[in-house]
Structure formats: C-alpha cells, structure tokens
T-cell receptor, first 116, second 114 residues
Framework: ETGVTQTPRHLVMGMTNKKSLKCEQHLGHNAMYWYKQSAKKPLELMFVYSLEERVENNSVPSRFSPECPNSSHLFLHLHTLQPEDSALYLC?????WGGGWGDTQYFGPGTRLTVL | GENVEQHPSTLSVQEGDSAVIKCTYS??????FPWYKQELGKGPQLIID?????GEKKDQRIAVTLNKTAKHFSLHITETQPEDSAVYFCAVQYSGAGSYQLTFGKGTKLSVIP
C-alpha cells in the first residue's frame, strides 16, 4: 500500500466503550498528525508527533489518548466519549515538522466516528 | 495565532468556466500556503501549494497567486470539469514562536454544472 491508510473507516461506539483508531504511513515521513473534522468547522489539529515525540497537544480532552510507537504508526485511543465527539478523524503525515519553508502534509481517508 | 478567512463558502460554475477561491490571513510571518481538495468520503488531497518567496504557481488548469502585502492568496481553476466538484480548503502555516501548525479555512464547496 502507498500513502496514508486509516482503519477502521467507520466506527460506531457507545459512550462507555473503549476503541482505537489506527493510522499507518508508507511515505518514510517523520511527523504524524491527528485532526478532527466536524461539519461547518475548519479542520482542528489535535496532536502532532515528530520522530515519535509528541510536540503539539491542542488542549484536547483526556478521553482522547494518542500513541506513536514508531514513525510509521499512529494510534488514537478513545474512551468515555461524548456524542459531540462524533466527527471524521483524519491522520496526516509530513516529511518533517518545522521544516522551515513549510511541511507538506498528506492525509489519510479518515475514520467516520459516531458516538451514541 | 493565525486567522484564516475563506470565501466564498459555496460556488457554482458552468462546465468550462473558471472558478476562483480566495483566502486571507492575519500574520505576516506565515510562509507556506497549501490548497487541498476533498471529495465525498475521502481525506483532503493536496492539489497545489506556494511558499512566500513566490508570487504565482501553476500546474495545468490550477494556479495559486499570493499577495504578501495584502495577506491574501487565491486558487484559480480554469476550464472547470464535473470532476472538479468537491470541497476546497486553503491553509496557512505560521512559522513564528516555534509553532508550525497549519491553520485551515472553513472550505468552499465547488459545484461544476455540466
């Protein structure tokens, strides 16, 4: 496979469930990102990892817990979510973070999450 | 932090006509300006980008222009085709104070009418 892949593509969960989203990039990049995309709102950056170290955490509630075991894989662990957390969760990667003249980000297809 | 405004929010054009989407930003330290296309059920796909040392960039039917003085940049699509129908997002990377986040506009839904 090439590019950025995400699994599952669709997820329905109850508020008491625990689930995980997975992202894998096949581009040899060193930075990976989680974004939240809600209707009629701009993409919201949640977390950034650079060389497996978290470098950005944009005031995301603790019910979202990221994990980056290596530069190719990124997870988002979910627990006790709220209905307002229903959204499309996008993973992205870039060659670098803070690369001076701009870090081109490549996105995966997203996971459509519905919290009941 | 950076603030990005994108207009219009919706745009309908006849096939073959041109489409223009404009974004304004607030911080003059921003130096990277990508455009993304998102089709239904897919993630955003980079279609063109420009850096602050360049005023214009073209790739076949797509072009981006940057006016650093006025702090705005625009996406131009010529000879539009039905497959250009999608939501387009502009973004701005601010490189000040050690933060390199992309700030996105709210998107423009482009409909190309055959």
């Amino acid at each position: 496979e090439t590019g950025v892949t995400q699994t599952p593509r669709h997820l329905v969960m109850g508020m008491t469930n625990k689930k995980s989203l997975k992202c894998e990039q096949h581009l040899g990049h060193n930075a990976m990102y989680w974004y939240k995309q809600s209707a009629k709102k701009p993409l919201e950056l949640m977390f950034v990892y650079s060389l497996e170290e978290r470098v950005e955490n944009n005031s995301v509630p603790s019910r979202f817990s990221p994990e980056c075991p290596n530069s190719s894989h990124l997870f988002l662990h979910l627990h006790t979510l709220q209905p307002e957390d229903s959204a499309l969760y996008l993973c992205a990667s870039s060659l670098t973070w803070g690369g001076g003249w701009g870090d081109t980000q490549y996105f995966g297809p997203g996971t459509r999450l519905t919290v009941l | 932090g950076e603030n990005v405004e994108q207009h219009p929010s919706t745009l309908s054009v006849q096939e073959g006509d041109s489409a223009v989407i404009k974004c304004t930003y607030s911080d003059s330290a921003s130096n990277y300006f990508p455009w993304y296309k998102q089709e239904l059920g897919k993630g955003p796909q980079l279609i063109i980008d420009i850096r602050s040392n360049v005023g214009e960039k073209k790739d076949q039917r797509i072009a981006v222009t940057l006016n650093k003085t006025a702090k705005h940049f625009s996406l131009h699509i010529t000879e539009t085709q039905p497959e250009d129908s999608a939501v387009y997002f502009c973004a701005v990377q601010y490189s000040g104070a050690g933060s390199y986040q992309l700030t996105f506009g709210k998107g423009t839904k482009l409909s190309v009418i055959p």
